[in-house]
């Protein structure tokens, strides 16, 4: 009799859950360089007493498996900031943080108090040889080509590093625009790399907010289920008390 309650509910433990990525969508639709993600399901199926006859059913529930990133590219805003740099392609920046090295798509770049190139929480951009890229206090007209050299009015200063990897979906958000992986990175010898812009994230937030209603819609038709269902089951609970 807990069957039709059962699988209803892990349906909506499911929708659940696929609301908490559309709405984490929904917060980095303004987030340089975010990709939306949405989640994948499949069938599990569980054994019943009648699973080993030849006409026998199992039962049919619903499990997430985890996430699905959408890596293509997001549009390019023009900011005339030369330390905006937006990755044609795919691609990643090497920043180095406090716990290691990190990845990120977000190039919206400063330099701090020392002329170190840094992203928006201050950690190190890192040139093809793993060391912060640093410009001299009277160095002002910065300029980086599309394949990541970094040049200033004395000559070139260093070459940004861009990296990929073999499984960008096993790579795992960890919060400001960084990513981390236990893959090896591979160097990207030509990447193409545009100043003065920012790639913004490719959420669609009129597609997100369509996903929404619709998970809602059958988050509340679920809901209805089970309580038709525990009236059906209070129902009979009565006539069996009544006969007996």
Same mark, same amino acid.
């Given at each position: 009799?807990?069957? @039709?309650?059962?699988?209803?509910?892990?349906?909506?433990? !499911?929708?659940?859950?696929?609301?908490?990525?559309?709405?984490?969508?929904?917060?980095?639709?303004?987030?340089?360089?975010?990709?939306?993600?949405?989640?994948?399901?499949?069938?599990?199926?569980?054994?019943?007493?009648?699973?080993?006859?030849? @006409?026998?059913?199992?039962?049919?529930?619903?499990?997430?498996?985890?996430?699905?990133?959408?890596?293509?590219?997001?549009?390019?805003?023009?900011?005339?900031?030369? +330390?905006?740099?937006?990755?044609?392609?795919?691609?990643?920046?090497?920043?180095?943080?406090?716990?290691?090295?990190?990845?990120?798509?977000?190039?919206?770049?400063? +330099?701090?108090?020392?002329?170190?190139?840094?992203?928006?929480?201050?950690?190190?951009?890192?040139?093809?040889?793993?060391?912060?890229?640093? +410009?001299?206090?009277?160095?002002?007209?910065?300029?980086?080509?599309?394949?990541?050299?970094?040049?200033?009015?004395?000559?070139?200063?260093?070459?940004?590093?861009?990296?990929?990897?073999?499984?960008?979906?096993?790579?795992?958000?960890?919060?400001?625009?960084?990513?981390? @992986?236990?893959?090896?990175?591979?160097?990207?010898?030509?990447?193409?790399?545009?100043?003065?812009?920012?790639?913004?994230?490719?959420?669609?937030?009129?597609?997100?907010?369509?996903?929404?209603?619709?998970?809602?819609?059958?988050?509340?038709?679920?809901?209805?289920? +089970?309580?038709?269902?525990?009236?059906?089951?209070?129902? !009979?609970?009565?006539?069996?008390?009544?006969?007996?």
């Amino acid at each position: 009799m807990e069957n @039709t309650s059962y699988i209803a509910l892990s349906r909506q433990n !499911a929708l659940w859950r696929q609301l908490d990525v559309i709405a984490g969508n929904m917060a980095n639709a303004n987030t340089p360089g975010y990709k939306s993600e949405q989640m994948m399901f499949r069938e599990y199926l569980m054994d019943t007493r009648s699973s080993d006859r030849a @006409t026998g059913k199992k039962l049919s529930y619903v499990q997430d498996i985890g996430l699905l990133r959408d890596t293509r590219e997001g549009a390019f805003t023009k900011t005339d900031n030369p +330390l905006d740099l937006a990755l044609h392609n795919d691609g990643f920046f090497q920043v180095e943080t406090e716990a290691g090295m990190r990845y990120t798509r977000n190039g919206h770049f400063r +330099l701090d108090e020392g002329g170190m190139l840094v992203n928006s929480q201050g950690a190190a951009v890192m040139d093809t040889g793993d060391n912060p890229i640093i +410009l001299a206090p009277n160095e002002t007209r910065i300029t980086v080509t599309p394949d990541g050299s970094v040049s200033t009015e004395n000559g070139i200063v260093a070459k940004i590093k861009v990296v990929r990897f073999a499984n960008d979906q096993d790579m795992r958000k960890i919060g400001d625009s960084l990513y981390e @992986t236990t893959q090896d990175p591979d160097t990207i010898a030509r990447p193409s790399i545009v100043q003065g812009m920012m790639e913004e994230s490719n959420v669609q937030p009129v597609v997100e907010i369509t996903k929404m209603t619709e998970v809602l819609r059958q988050y509340q038709a679920l809901q209805n289920i +089970l309580e038709k269902e525990h009236e059906r089951q209070m129902k !009979a609970m009565e006539v069996f008390v009544s006969r007996n």
